[in-house]
């Protein structure tokens, strides 16, 4: 595994060398996704791009302008874990973060670069959709925004061309009384993939669910939202009616497959399952802010 590796220190160096270098440049950000890859075999650039040393695309934080939170490309799984303003906004994104990879990794990888690598069953990735997150785009010549929703294409690919660099992703200011839940299913905690990803983020007033978004992990070509469960949601007091008729929209929502880490009957199953649990974590948690 031979090849050459170079540290830019500002974007327009980044996108000179991309050009320079293209299409046998690969960027990286942690590296546990690409490196592993070319360990594998499966992607062999001639020149890797670090971006380690851009200083403007580091860390996590809040701005109290635009009411975002701001997810830098660099920033990592422990530092999205264990941020103040996504554990008091977000925690289920937080939840999620923690439970990539092992401690190793999560010291290494970033989220930016787990939704660039564009698995299905990128642990990040239903949590983002819930929030719904916009990821920023820049290229040589400006940025764009992308919903988080309309970022993946199909298994490894995502809207970003090959001259472009992700830069971060933000996520908006929650409505009042919100509170979200991910569940992650696989046979080990650590240093497996998601059988199933589920995330369930609600907002509760007077008792009634205002707003809720469900998203899953692992059983499409890519992270999906379900809109039909949201609906079923959305503006009525949820009861255990409407919690089977939702796990019901997500099971009929979602396209599993059948691989060496489960069957796609037992991925559909553990939908509906899973839904109406994050459902009620969700629930629980809103509902205790709004009596805060």
Same mark, same amino acid.
């Given at each position: 595994?031979?090849?050459?590796?170079?540290?830019?220190?500002?974007?327009?160096?980044?996108?000179?060398?991309?050009?320079?270098?293209s299409?046998?440049?690969?960027?990286?950000?942690?590296?546990?996704?690409?490196?592993?890859?070319?360990?594998?075999q499966k992607?062999?650039?001639s020149v890797?791009?670090?971006?380690?040393?851009?200083p403007?695309?580091?860390?996590?934080a809040?701005?109290?302008s635009?009411k975002?939170?701001?997810?830098?490309?660099?920033?990592?799984?422990?530092?999205?874990?264990?941020?103040?303003a996504?554990?008091e906004?977000?925690?289920?994104?937080?939840?999620?973060?923690?439970?990539?990879?092992?401690r190793?990794?999560?010291?290494?990888?970033?989220?930016?670069?787990?939704i660039?690598?564009?698995?299905? @069953?990128?642990?990040? #990735?239903?949590? /983002?959709?819930? !929030?719904?997150?916009? $990821?920023?785009?820049?290229?040589?010549? +400006?940025?764009?925004?992308?919903a988080i929703g309309?970022?993946?294409?199909?298994?490894?690919?995502?809207?970003?061309?090959?001259?472009?660099?992700?830069?971060?992703v933000?996520i908006?200011?929650?409505?009042?009384?919100?509170?979200?839940?991910?569940?992650?299913? @696989?046979?080990?905690r #650590?240093?497996? /993939?998601?059988? !199933?990803?589920v995330? $369930?983020f609600?907002?509760?007033?007077? +008792?009634?669910?205002?707003?809720?978004?469900?998203a899953?992990?692992?059983?499409?070509?890519?992270?999906?939202?379900?809109?039909d469960?949201?609906?079923?949601l959305?503006g009525?007091?949820?009861?255990?009616?409407?919690l089977?008729?939702?796990?019901?929209a997500?099971m009929?929502?979602?396209?599993?497959?059948s691989?060496?880490r489960?069957s796609?009957?037992?991925r559909?199953?553990?939908? +509906?399952?899973?839904?109406?649990?994050?459902?009620?974590?969700?629930l629980?948690r809103?509902?205790?802010?709004?009596?805060?």
């Open positions: 595994m031979r090849f050459q590796y170079l540290q830019p220190a500002s974007l327009q160096e980044a996108f000179s060398l991309l050009a320079q270098h299409p046998q440049a690969k960027v990286m950000a942690g590296g546990t996704d690409l490196l592993v890859a070319m360990k594998m992607l062999s650039p890797v791009i670090g971006l380690s040393q851009i403007e695309m580091a860390g996590v809040y701005d109290s635009s975002a939170i701001r997810i830098g490309a660099l920033a990592t799984h422990q530092e999205v874990s264990s941020s103040s996504i554990l906004k977000f925690s289920h994104l937080a939840g999620a973060a923690s439970l990539v990879g092992s190793q990794v999560r010291n290494l990888g970033t989220t930016v670069g787990n660039c690598n564009a698995s299905p @069953s990128a642990e990040t #990735a239903p949590a /983002l959709l819930t !929030v719904e997150a916009v $990821v920023n785009i820049a290229g040589p010549t +400006g940025t764009r925004q992308v309309d970022f993946f294409t199909g298994p490894g690919r995502t809207v970003v061309g090959g001259d472009e660099i992700v830069t971060e933000t908006p200011d929650p409505e009042p009384n919100s509170a979200g839940a991910y569940i992650k299913l @696989s046979p080990r #650590a240093m497996d /993939l998601a059988v !199933v990803g995330a $369930v609600l907002s509760v007033r007077n +008792g009634v669910c205002d707003k809720a978004r469900v899953l992990g692992a059983v499409a070509p890519t992270p999906i939202r379900v809109p469960a949201e609906a079923i959305s009525e007091a949820v009861n255990d009616n409407l089977e008729q939702a796990a019901q997500a009929k929502a979602c396209r599993p497959i691989d060496v489960s796609a009957e037992y559909r199953e553990m939908v +509906g399952v899973l839904v109406k649990r994050a459902i009620r974590e969700a629980g809103s509902r205790n802010q709004e009596g805060d």
